[in-house]
């Protein structure tokens, strides 16, 4: 099966801190993605990766960073954290499989910032 | 990149046949349409993916109309364990172009 590990649950900061989310997919996928999730708001884009070094903006970078040094880990940046990125954080991996493309997602991070 | 929409929530009781429908207007012609579920405390899970017309596996079929502006996830016979939130996904050929809908919270009851 295939697992991505987030490596909180749930975590909590101090305005203005920097806060590192990592996350590693051990299935050797080509795409990784950073979400996050708030009530009536669905799952928005933050970044994503298509390969090592690689980066795309997606909806809602700002705010944020990302780095992608190995294939298997893609950690997620808030220079300096604010009270408005208090959120549930998800990321994913994909690849396609078959004829499908598929994203598998942790568990995911519930960030308090306060 | 296409936009997705559906209906917030929907009711349902056990055993009966649901269909959420999604509207993607702008898909473009190489994107597909994916579905996932979510449960409370979890990421998403996949469901089920196609391209175009009627696609089906152990869990649930997806119609797809000619036009494809949109899409309906059929669920047969429902059960508790069903309530979830389903979301509705336009992927690209790259895997890369990803806009998640709002979800719609499904509830069965008995």
């Known amino acids: 099966d295939v697992k991505v590990t987030q490596s909180s649950r749930y975590l909590v900061k101090r305005t203005g801190e920097k806060v590192f989310l990592e996350c590693v997919q051990d299935m050797d996928h080509e795409n990784m993605f950073w979400y996050r999730q708030d009530p009536g708001l669905g799952l928005r884009l933050i970044y994503f990766s298509y390969d090592v070094k690689m980066k795309e903006k997606g909806d809602i970078p700002e705010g944020y960073s990302v780095s992608r040094e190995k294939k298997e880990r893609f950690s997620l940046i808030l220079e300096s954290a604010s009270t408005n990125q208090t959120s549930m954080y998800l990321c994913?991996?994909?690849?396609?499989?078959?004829?499908?493309?598929?994203?598998?997602f942790g568990a995911g991070t519930r960030l308090s910032v306060l | 990149l296409a936009k997705t929409t559906q209906p917030i929530s929907m009711d349902s009781y056990e055993g009966q046949e649901v269909n959420i429908t999604c509207s993607h207007n702008?898909?473009?012609?190489?994107?597909?349409i994916t579905w996932y579920q979510q449960f409370p405390s979890q990421g998403p899970r996949f469901i089920i993916q196609g391209y175009k017309t009627k696609v089906t596996n152990e869990v649930a079929s997806l119609f797809i109309p000619a036009d494809r502006k949109s899409s309906t996830l059929s669920l047969p016979r429902v059960s508790l364990s069903d309530t979830a939130v389903y979301y509705c996904?336009?992927?690209?050929?790259?895997?890369?172009?990803?806009?998640f809908g709002k979800g719609t919270t499904l509830s069965v009851s008995s």
């Open positions: 996904l336009v992927v690209n050929q790259a895997g890369t172009a990803l806009i």
């Open positions: 994913a991996s994909s690849t396609w499989t078959g004829a499908k493309n598929i994203q598998y």
């Open positions: 702008n898909i473009a012609t190489n994107d597909y």
